[in-house]
């Protein structure tokens, strides 16, 4: 698969988690009484909401298979990474706030399951390696919630995962690039623009 299209399948991939930076940014930017339009902002939503995900750069330097089960990398673990953020309340209150909600609702996000079963998140490890899975369907049955001991998917390589979800007209696709045009929709009505 050409760069090209495995940047723009992506992109694609992420707008849904940029959308959540944006406006997670845009609404506690006005809580904490900034300006709006503070770039910074934007650009920390944007980081902390994609930042679990950066675990595929590090795989990919590692020499490590990219595929659909990067998720069990430590990036990917809820009390670790918010409690990170959390704990960076002494340097910046207002940052960690950011970081933390960016981080959750990643989580969230990837909590939800699509098509293939989804993956899921192991919300309470250390301490527990369960995955929850919410509104996946599996062996074409819906399920409300999956709560299981460990990863049972084969991994998908990252080229499959992109032409499947992402590179195509489909319902996940769909749902990202409708988030992030109400995202930023939002910024440009609030703030008349995002300098």
Known sequence: MPLWKKLF???VASLRDIGFGLLAANF?????????????WYGLGVLFAILPDTDIIVQKIAGAPVD?????S????PII?????LALYLLS???????????????????IGDENAGTGVA???????????IFCKEDGQRNLVRWEGSWHLTPVPLEVWLERFWLRPTKEAT?????????????????????
């Open 9 to 11: 399948g992506m992109a």
């Open 28 to 40: 506690l930017a006005a809580h904490f009484g900034e300006p709006v339009t503070t770039m910074v």
């Open 68 to 72: 659909s089960l990067h998720r069990q």
């Open 74 to 77: 430590v990036m990917h673990t």
């Open 81 to 85: 990474m918010i409690g990170g953020a």
């Open 93 to 111: 209150p207002s940052f960690s706030v950011l970081a933390a909600v960016c981080l959750f609702l990643h989580f969230v996000d990837d909590t």
């Open 123 to 133: 919300w309470l490890y250390p301490f527990n390696t369960r995955i929850l899975v």
């Open 175 to 195: 749902i990202n690039i409708a988030v992030f045009a109400i995202a930023i929709a939002v910024v440009l009505l609030q703030g008349g623009g995002l300098w």
